[in-house]
């Protein structure tokens, strides 16, 4: 990077922040995308999977969230195990099916066996796909129903057929920022130690940030060196998400007026998050929250990954997500073509 006189050594807080205030957006992306071919090469990854929502009655009621609301408001569902069924007879027609994602609100009443029966339901009807469910502060939820600690509720959770943990809830790791968005969730060093917990009993995890509400811009970089120091501790980090807060009908949207981050600032983000997070393998671009544009485009920025096909999602969809929820092989794989690399499916046990 030839205005910058700066190499692939880790970068520094202070370097990330000079790196940030430059805004040379070309030269971030050339740097992003000669690590991410450092780490992937031509290839592309994405899999077929399928999103299931459990509920959206929340005890925690976020004022960043759009998706939750309190027990006996009309928008309120929770999916039963007849519910669940349907959605996993529906799933087993799906052709290379190898992940089904489940992430949920944190119901006041339903008891902790509810979320294992769910895992060991999936398992029986999809007995070779991947199990990547529950967030960080779901599981934190689920020691406080219990009184069992993190590792005994993982391990349960295990013992029932989950594989992974996906990375959601992270939002940013500061306890003051969470004290406004969501001051009723885990803390940031609650969030970190259950993914240390998980990486050490083995189950694939993956990280997340989400930005462009109160945070500063010291912040997020704080964010991402934490995350980079629990991966040199343990390199459980499977690949790490990232995505703009969407303030459309949500309370911190309107309490703060803000306002969605554009694209260069989506991109500026992105190219810069893969530099700094240099123990990390896989960046995804979540094409829901991007837009499949801008998802395109990153792969160009350090991205290596579109995530998957997902089938019917309603977290970032109720958030005002204006993409779709359900997008086909052929359309993931035309996009990654066209962007000049080579479409990879990932299968059930692998991550490469």
Request: aromatic share 8%; with cysteine; net charge neutral.
């Given at each position: 990077?030839?205005?910058l006189?700066?190499?692939f050594?880790?970068?520094?807080?202070a370097?990330?922040?000079?790196?940030?205030?430059?805004?040379?957006?070309?030269?971030?992306?050339?740097?992003?995308?000669?690590?991410?071919?450092?780490?992937s090469?031509?290839?592309?990854?994405?899999?077929?999977?399928?999103?299931?929502?459990?509920?959206?009655?929340?005890s925690?009621?976020?004022?960043l969230?759009?998706f939750?609301?309190?027990?006996?408001?009309q928008?309120?569902?929770?999916?039963?195990?007849?519910?669940i069924?349907?959605?996993?007879d529906?799933?087993?027609?799906?052709?290379d099916l190898s992940e089904?994602?489940?992430?949920?609100?944190?119901?006041?009443?339903?008891?902790?066996?509810?979320?294992?029966?769910?895992?060991?339901?999936?398992?029986?009807?999809?007995?070779?796909?991947?199990?990547?469910?529950?967030?960080?502060?779901e599981i934190?939820?689920?020691t406080?129903?219990?009184?069992?600690?993190?590792?005994q509720?993982?391990r349960?959770l295990?013992?029932?057929?989950?594989?992974?943990?996906?990375?959601?809830g992270?939002?940013?790791?500061?306890d003051?920022?969470r004290?406004i968005?969501?001051?009723?969730k885990a803390?940031?060093?609650q969030?970190?130690?259950?993914?240390?917990?998980?990486?050490?009993?083995?189950?694939?995890?993956?990280?997340?940030?989400?930005?462009?509400?109160?945070?500063?811009?010291?912040?997020?970089?704080?964010h991402?060196?934490?995350?980079?120091e629990?991966?040199?501790?343990?390199?459980?980090?499977?690949?790490?998400?990232?995505?703009?807060f969407?303030?459309?009908?949500?309370?911190?949207g309107?309490q703060?007026?803000?306002?969605?981050?554009?694209?260069?600032?989506?991109l500026?983000?992105?190219?810069?998050?893969r530099?700094?997070l240099?123990?990390?393998?896989?960046?995804?671009?979540?094409?829901?929250?991007?837009t499949l544009?801008?998802?395109q485009?990153?792969?160009?920025?350090?991205?290596?990954?579109?995530?998957?096909?997902?089938?019917?999602?309603?977290?970032?969809?109720?958030?005002?997500?204006?993409?779709g929820?359900?997008i086909?092989?052929s359309?993931?794989?035309?996009?990654?073509?066209e962007?000049?690399?080579?479409?990879?499916?990932?299968?059930?046990?692998?991550?490469?």
């Amino acid at each position: 990077m030839e205005k910058l006189n700066i190499k692939f050594d880790r970068l520094s807080k202070a370097d990330a922040l000079e790196l940030y205030r430059r805004n040379d957006l070309l030269a971030l992306a050339r740097r992003a995308r000669a690590m991410k071919e450092r780490k992937s090469g031509r290839k592309v990854f994405y899999r077929v999977n399928r999103h299931i929502n459990l509920t959206n009655i929340c005890s925690s009621n976020c004022p960043l969230c759009a998706f939750q609301c309190r027990a006996g408001d009309q928008r309120g569902y929770t999916l039963e195990h007849d519910d669940i069924a349907k959605l996993l007879d529906d799933a087993r027609n799906v052709e290379d099916l190898s992940e089904i994602h489940i992430v949920s609100a944190l119901h006041p009443t339903k008891p902790f066996d509810y979320y294992v029966d769910v895992i060991k339901q999936v398992r029986r009807a999809l007995p070779t796909v991947n199990i990547q469910a529950f967030t960080p502060v779901e599981i934190i939820n689920f020691t406080k129903l219990t009184s069992l600690s993190i590792e005994q509720v993982l391990r349960i959770l295990i013992d029932a057929g989950l594989n992974g943990l996906p990375g959601g809830g992270a939002e940013i790791l500061s306890d003051r920022v969470r004290s406004i968005i969501c001051p009723k969730k885990a803390t940031a060093a609650q969030w970190l130690e259950v993914m240390r917990t998980a990486h050490r009993l083995k189950l694939q995890t993956n990280a997340s940030m989400m930005y462009g509400h109160v945070e500063t811009i010291e912040e997020r970089i704080d964010h991402l060196i934490r995350l980079r120091e629990l991966q040199d501790e343990t390199g459980g980090f499977q690949s790490f998400l990232m995505f703009p807060f969407h303030p459309s009908n949500t309370e911190l949207g309107r309490q703060f007026d803000i306002q969605p981050v554009g694209a260069w600032e989506n991109l500026k983000m992105l190219a810069l998050a893969r530099l700094v997070l240099d123990n990390f393998d896989h960046f995804k671009a979540f094409w829901i929250m991007l837009t499949l544009p801008i998802a395109q485009l990153a792969l160009a920025f350090g991205a290596d990954d579109l995530d998957g096909t997902i089938g019917r999602e309603r977290i970032i969809n109720a958030a005002g997500s204006t993409e779709g929820t359900s997008i086909t092989r052929s359309t993931l794989e035309r996009l990654i073509r066209e962007a000049g690399f080579e479409p990879t499916l990932r299968g059930v046990s692998t991550c490469d």
